[in-house]
Structure formats: C-alpha cells, structure tokens
C-alpha cells in the first residue's frame, strides 16, 4: 500500500467521522443499526472500502444459526468500525436474554487515525462495552490477547478477514496456531472474489493490449462517462508506453559483481575488482514500468513472457489489481489464444473475450 493510498483512506475517514458528528447526537446515540446505515450510504457515494450491509446480513444469518450461538469474534481490518458495530449489535441481540452472558469482538487496525474514528463510532452506537479496537498489526495485537490470557483456547466462535489481504493466510494460521477455533467455528473473508469482489475494487476504467511491436491490439472502456480518446490518440499512447517501457528497463541499474583478484604471493592483500556486472537479484530479469499513479488513476502493465503487454486503467482505490490482471490474462488465453482464427500479435476481435470479460467485471460490482 502507497502512503498517499493510505492518506487518502484516513481522508475519507475523517470526512465520515464529520458527517456523523454533524447530526445532533441522539440520531445515532446507542442506535446501532441506525449509525451503519448512515456509515454504508456515506461509503457507498464515497466507495469506501467498508463490508456492505447484503453481506452483513448474510453473515448474520450464519451467526445466528451457529450452535452453541456465538460470543467472541475477531476482526482483521476495522478501518472505521462500521463491520465491528454490526458484529457487536449481533452478539447484544442474540444475547439478549442475558445480560450477564460476556461478548466480545477485538477488532485490529494499523492506522493511529482509523482506530480512533473507530472508537468514536462504537462508543456513539453503545457498544464499547463489546466491542474493542486493538492498534497495531492484527497480529501482533492477537498474540498479546492470547499472552495475557484474554483470547483462551477454542474460544473464536468467528474471525473475519477484512484487512489487507496479503495478510489473510498468515493470520488464519495464527488463529490456527494458537488453538483459538472450536468446532464449527466460523471463518468469513471478504475480498477473496468468490462469491464477487465489493465494489470500492470498481472501477477498471480500460484495458489496453500492446503486441511484442508496440503496436495496439485491443482497447476497451468499462466504465461509462470516460472522455473518448481518439483512434489514433490510443495507437500514439500504445507505441510511447511500449518505447517508454523498453527504455525503463534498459536503464535498469546494473550492480557491480566483484570477484577478488588473483594472488600472486601469499602474503600480498587481495583487493575485489569488479568484473561484470549484473542486475541486483541475477536470474531475475529486469522488467521495465509495472505500474504509474497520479491522483486520479492508477495504471498497472504486465508483460507475458512473449512481450505481449497488459495494460490496466484503474481507479487509485483499486486495491486487487493482480487479481483483476490474472482474470484478464486467463480469459485472453482461454479466449484469444486458443481461438483457431485469431492470429498473432494482429488485432484481437474475439467476441466471446469480450463478452466473458465484461460478464466478470459486471461481477464483481
Ligand atoms: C477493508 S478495511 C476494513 C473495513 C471494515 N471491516 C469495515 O467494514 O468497516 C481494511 C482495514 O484493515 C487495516 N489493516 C490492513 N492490514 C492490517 C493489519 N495487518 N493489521 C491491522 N489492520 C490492518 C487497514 O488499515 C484498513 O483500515
């Protein structure tokens, strides 16, 4: 992640946090349910990255039916708490006819920023008596709650993964590790592209295909509204990326390999001479540009093995773009590649590849 990725997460935060709290306090105060609605519209005008409420409610139903019913959920990724005060207001109503019964979600967030709006939020709902917002890597925070004797043996009834996802293998393991699962407890990850992706991964704005000559092969628009470039402009844009690409990757810094000079008696010292030299991971061969960002767009290129090259127009809060890259890479091999009538490197007119990568975009909305 960026840092101007991460400010402007913390941005939109903060903006959020001002809307709330420029209502009068009792329209959301100890009204749960009431300050996740308000959150969701201002996220989804927003397309902030928060877990939308038709996926709530799914969850909600597999909580509800769990048996014994649940009382203790882990949460990677609070971000602004929206997902912590649903989990919250689920334990407070499933346990509703004991008071004295205990519940708890530990939520985790990296961001000093996020974790206080967080707070600020579950305590407006009245839920901080539930729900705690843990600072730091999720991680590191979960191993302090197991060290201290908080988090006990097969006590997660729940975890859900909604931080960044590099991050959600090696913290299920933790979980795994510690023994913090009974049986049938409940693993609920976002993001992970089945069944579909949210919509704060919207929008693609085009995709434009470069063969091995620089020359355009294929250009589409997803996203409605986009100014259209001309014919030409877009064949322009293709040949520059590729001359640009090649010069990226030709003035890729060489690193001197030294090899210490041969001895011609034993007491005279050695000195390393350098030479030749060589990328600094040899047998990594060096690419040229991967990805460009400017404030409004993001755009990411991928280059096959046989110098055809991929290049994604997205949004900068596009956050699964190796995703979308691989999917867009498959479908070309199972739609162009393998289409007996297209030959290489000429322009690629193959409906079925449009047709399955506008049907997985739509999809992922
Ligand atoms: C998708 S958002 C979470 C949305 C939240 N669950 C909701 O629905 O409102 C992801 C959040 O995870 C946080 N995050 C990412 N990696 C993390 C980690 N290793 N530990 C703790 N928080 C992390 C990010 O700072 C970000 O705020």
Not at 125 to 138: H, Y
Not at 176 to 201: C, H, K, Q
Not at 221 to 249: C, M, Q
């Amino acid at each position: 992640m960026t840092d101007s990725y991460l400010d402007r997460i913390e941005a939109l935060a903060t903006a959020l946090h001002e809307h709330i709290f420029s209502h009068p306090q009792e329209t959301y105060s100890n009204k749960p349910w009431a300050l996740v609605e308000a959150i969701d519209a201002f996220a989804s005008t927003n397309r902030m990255m928060t877990f939308k409420t038709p996926k709530i409610t799914i969850s909600q139903q597999a909580l509800t039916h769990m048996d014994p019913l649940p009382q203790t959920i882990l949460e990677f990724g609070t971000y602004v708490g929206s997902s912590a005060i649903a989990w919250g207001a689920i334990l407070q109503k499933l346990h509703s006819d004991n008071h004295e019964r205990a519940c708890n979600v530990y939520t985790f967030e990296l961001s000093a920023v996020n974790a206080g709006i967080a707070r600020d939020f579950i305590r407006l709902a009245g839920l901080d008596q539930i729900v705690q917002v843990l600072e730091g890597p999720a991680g590191d925070s979960l191993r302090k709650l197991h060290a201290d004797g908080t988090i006990r043996e097969q006590a997660v009834d729940m975890a859900f993964f909604d931080h960044w996802e590099k991050f959600y293998l090696p913290d299920l393991q933790l979980c795994e590790d510690l023994r913090l699962f009974r049986v049938g407890s409940l693993a609920i990850a976002d993001n992970t592209d089945f069944p579909g992706a949210p919509a704060y991964l919207e929008p693609v704005f085009s995709l434009i295909i470069i063969n091995k000559a620089g020359g355009l092969i294929y250009q589409r628009e997803f996203h409605p509204g986009l100014r259209k470039l001309s014919t030409n402009d877009y064949l322009v844009l293709a040949g520059t990326f590729h001359g640009v690409h090649a010069i990226t990757r030709s003035i890729t810094p060489k690193l001197p390999s030294t090899t210490p000079a041969p001895t011609t008696t034993a007491s005279t010292p050695t000195t390393p001479t350098p030479s030749a030299y060589s990328f600094p991971k040899p047998g990594i061969l060096a690419t040229g540009i991967e990805s460009l960002e400017t404030d409004k767009f993001h755009l990411t290129c991928f280059q096959t093995l046989t110098g055809t090259k991929f290049l994604l127009f997205t949004d900068p809060l596009t956050t699964n773009i190796d995703v979308v890259m691989k999917k867009v890479y498959e479908l070309y091999s199972d739609y162009v590649m393998k289409n007996p009538f297209y030959q290489l490197e000429m322009p690629v007119r193959c409906e079925a590849f449009d047709r399955h990568l506008t049907g997985w975009l739509r999809g992922r909305t």
